[in-house]
């Protein structure tokens, strides 16, 4: 089979959907089948993969290092042109998702959508009215989906989104995949010796520091953690970088958490595994999310988590086994991370039972689902 994905982001960049793309990738070609990305251009970033095609691109804001691709290129459509594509999939509804449509109707084969991400929750990135950018980012994902042949997302919470949005037409929910070894063999003590951290309980949080990832309400709760835990022994790590980045180190130094909380900046993807070896409790207050890769990682690396109630976490995160989910809300934030972080046995249950969820997400599994539902899409469409 030979697959065409269109993404609108993709390495250098890191975030859930360039993971979960790098690793359906991954899975495709180790079953044998043909890859090819098509994605935008990164500044002067050379791939080292193959099959991969860059669109020239602009940056989203000069604030947010974000490119966006042109989505024309004489020379990516003569190449296009020559490849035998079975089915191309698309990974968002804009940009590049219309031009794998129309790739898709131009070769005759099938065109799969996955929804990942809840656009109307991110309409600070744009300078218009935010009731007006919400209806548009809904009607454009709906429009999008009606027009496709197969549509995918990655949690039933995700699904339930897209039903809401008017989208009346089946919908596969296929999550999305982890690379399970990579988190279970990370190496903790190289992570806490950098920082200097003792016998503290790290608390860690991982992804993109920005406005809808709701970081004010971790410091806020992670003040009440200070004054609830016994003196000394709980320290707070955000690990990434973003647009908020600043405002939240500023926010941390006049809650008086300056000593407590640690803030990494970026670190490169290679090395999350040892950040979630040092972690005690992976702490998540966003309620933008899908299928947060992040949690899945963190699970495979046997890292209970605690996470606001939200359609990204109420998937992944069974309350009381493997985690906790909580309002969102400061006060109950604290409580059930002090309460799960200093009770040994529901800690140590807890991590056991996360390292057993994430094994449903490998990434063997996972791109074995998609190419079932490729399969099928192929089959039916030589049918008609």
Known sequence: MQIGIFTNCYKPLVNGVVGAVTLLRKGFLEAGHQVYIFTPAYDHFRDEEDGIFRYPAVDLTTKVKYPVAIPWSPRISRQLAGLRLDIVHSHHPFVLGPLARRVARRKGIPAVYTFHTQYDQYTHYVPLPAELVKW????????????????????????????????????????????????????????????????????????????????????????????????????????????????????????????????????????????????????????????????????????????????????TIEHDRNGLLTPEDAEAFAAAVVGLAYDEWKYRSFGKAAQRTADAYSYRRIAGEYLETFGRLIHDMKRC
């Open 136 to 315: 548009s980012a809904k009607r454009q994902v709906r429009r999008f989906a009606k027009t496709v042949d197969g549509i995918t997302t990655p949690a039933e919470s995700a699904r339930q989104i897209l039903i809401g949005y008017g989208v009346d037409r089946p919908i596969a929910v296929i999550p999305n995949p982890t690379d399970l070894s990579k988190f279970q063999s990370g190496d903790g003590r190289k992570i806490r010796e950098q920082y200097g951290l003792g016998g503290e309980k790290l608390l860690v949080n991982i992804g993109r520091v920005a406005p809808e990832k709701n970081l004010s309400l971790l410091l806020a709760a992670f003040q009440r953690m200070i004054a609830q835990a016994p003196q000394g022994t709980l320290k707070l790590m955000i690990v990434g970088d973003g647009p908020a980045l600043q405002p939240l180190i500023r926010e941390a130094e006049e809650r008086g958490l300056g000593d407590r909380v640690i803030f990494t900046g970026m670190v490169h993807p290679d090395a999350i595994p040892d950040y979630l070896a040092a972690a005690d409790l992976f702490v998540m207050t966003s309620t933008s999310e899908v299928k947060p890769m992040a949690q899945l990682e963190a699970l495979a690396a046997g890292v209970p988590i605690v996470a606001v109630a939200a359609a990204g976490a109420n998937d």
